[in-house]
T-cell receptor
Framework: NAGVTQTPKFQVLKTGQSMTLQCAQDMNHNSMYWYRQDPGMGLRLIYYSASEGTTDKGEVPNGYNVSRLNKREFSLRLESAAPSQTSVYFC????????????FGDGTRLSIL | SQQGEEDPQALSIQEGENATMNCSYKTSINNLQWYRQNSGRGLVHLILIRSNEREKHSGRLRVTLDTSKKSSSLLITASRAADTASYFCATDVGGSYIPTFGRGTSLIVHP
């Protein structure tokens, strides 16, 4: 039972390069999320998908795009990476509704030089 | 912006001692959740307390909620070295089902 799987685990990019972070969940959850975690800032929501076919902006969406490919998969794309996007990125999933616990992947550590 | 703020930012204790961390929030909530994050890993859900509840227990964890003070506390009794982690509170805001996370408390339990 894998839960939430993120790939890659580590990545180093040069400024201006693009890349896609992949996320897949096997719990049949409706909702999926992308967060970034920076020292002293906690977790900040980038984008979320309430259900298959829908996506919405979170607190810090600038510089990112997302695709909800199907119910299982939710990808995050950096079109032109900037040093300010150096962070740890977490994907999570949950059932939709108040009080539903989120299940997290182990993150992608992204450095942009 | 953070809805919940944990206090203290860091806590260092000896194995066997109790650890208490607090979360304060700004607006009315429906639920408050606590999560744990081990170094290099994702967050793991620990416990949820609803706004009409005052206390919940799960193993060595005890969570209280005081809606009049807009605060919650997480107590870990008889702590172990394996409890070393960061602990986050998460609250729903304005009826949204998406929780907003605080900055976390870093707990170190010395063996």
């Amino acid at each position: 039972n894998a839960g939430v799987t993120q790939t890659p685990k580590f990545q180093v990019l040069k400024t201006g390069q693009s890349m896609t972070l992949q996320c897949a969940q096997d719990m049949n959850h409706n909702s999926m999320y992308w967060y970034r975690q920076d020292p002293g800032m906690g977790l900040r929501l980038i984008y979320y998908s309430a259900s298959e076919g829908t996506t919405d902006k979170g607190e810090v969406p600038n510089g990112y795009n997302v695709s909800r490919l199907n119910k299982r998969e939710f990808s995050l794309r950096l079109e032109s990476a900037a040093p300010s996007q150096t962070s740890v990125y977490f994907c999570a999933s949950s059932e939709r509704g108040l009080g539903q616990p989120q299940h997290f992947g182990d993150g992608t550590r992204l450095s942009i030089l | 912006s953070q809805q919940g703020e944990e206090d203290p930012q860091a806590l260092s204790i000896q194995e066997g001692e109790n650890a208490t961390m607090n979360c304060s929030y700004k607006t009315s909530i429906n639920n408050l959740q606590w999560y744990r994050q081990n170094s290099g890993r994702g967050l793991v859900h620990l416990i949820l307390i609803r706004s009409n509840e005052r206390e919940k227990h799960s193993g060595r964890l005890r969570v209280t909620l005081d809606t009049s003070k807009k605060s919650s506390s997480l107590l870990i009794t008889a702590s172990r070295a394996a409890d070393t982690a960061s602990y986050f509170c998460a609250t729903d805001v304005g009826g949204s089902y998406i929780p907003t996370f605080g900055r976390g408390t870093s707990l170190i339990v010395h063996p």
